[in-house]
């Protein structure tokens, strides 16, 4: 069975730009978090989304969005880059939601110039 | 006071030792433990999932519950070097977000 899928791997951007990243979870999974992990600040929730609604919001700005299709892959944009957004973004699937063992893609690691 | 908390680290062990790993969260209400291992540079995986009070083996890796205490902990017995990983705790309530702690970073020394 295939794992997450994240793309792109690595990004590089400069200050003011947007950005998309891709989620495909596992085959079956209908729930998916997203999560930026820093060294400073450790794994942080961005939000969750099940059947193509927002299920749970973490407290990042407004410039952090997502959206989940019919198909359970899910997008998360981040708009008007700042430095500080450089971090490892990771997206997690589960069957029905963040309570059960979630798995995890290989992240998407984005650097801000 | 931070929702989910674990002991500071770094930990090092010798190899065959029994490492502890702690964690402590505030809210009563949750449902929902797990602990997954994070190597450098990789993504975390899961290694256990803990609902109820006691304690769940699964090989080396012993995870123990105490809601009362709102305490969760992870024993790995007979260390080896290829536990040095970062370990998080993960505490959650139905339907809700996973609270992550800032993980423990553990050393196997040969």
């Known amino acids: 069975k295939a794992g997450v899928t994240q793309t792109p791997r690595y990004l590089i951007k400069t200050r003011g730009q947007q950005v998309t990243l891709s989620c495909s979870p596992i085959s079956g999974h209908r729930s998916v978090s997203w999560y930026q992990q820093t060294p400073g600040q450790g794994l942080q929730f961005l939000f969750e989304?099940?059947?193509?609604?927002?299920?749970n919001k973490g407290n990042f700005p407004g410039r952090f969005s997502g959206r989940q299709f019919s198909n359970s892959r899910s997008e998360m944009n981040v708009s008007t880059l700042e430095l500080g957004d450089s971090a490892l973004y990771l997206c997690?699937?589960?069957?029905?939601?963040?309570?059960?063992?979630?798995?995890f893609g290989d992240g998407t690691r984005l650097s801000i110039l | 006071q931070k929702e989910v908390e674990q002991n500071s680290g770094p930990l090092s062990v010798p190899e065959g030792a029994i490492a502890s790993l702690n964690c402590t969260y505030s809210d009563r209400g949750s449902q929902s433990f797990f602990w997954y291992r994070q190597y450098s540079g990789k993504s975390p995986e899961l290694i256990m999932s803990i609902y109820s009070n006691g304690d769940k083996e699964d090989g080396r890796f012993t995870a123990q519950l105490n809601k009362a205490s709102q305490y969760v902990s992870l024993l790995i017995r007979d260390s080896q070097p290829s536990d040095s990983a970062t370990y998080l705790c993960?505490?959650?309530?139905?339907?809700?977000?996973?609270?992550f702690g800032d993980g423990t970073t553990l050393t196997v020394k040969p």
């Open positions: 997690a699937s589960s069957w029905t939601g963040p309570e059960e063992p979630q798995h």
């Open positions: 989304y099940f059947s193509e609604t927002q299920r």
């Open positions: 993960a505490v959650n309530k139905r339907l809700e977000k996973s609270t």
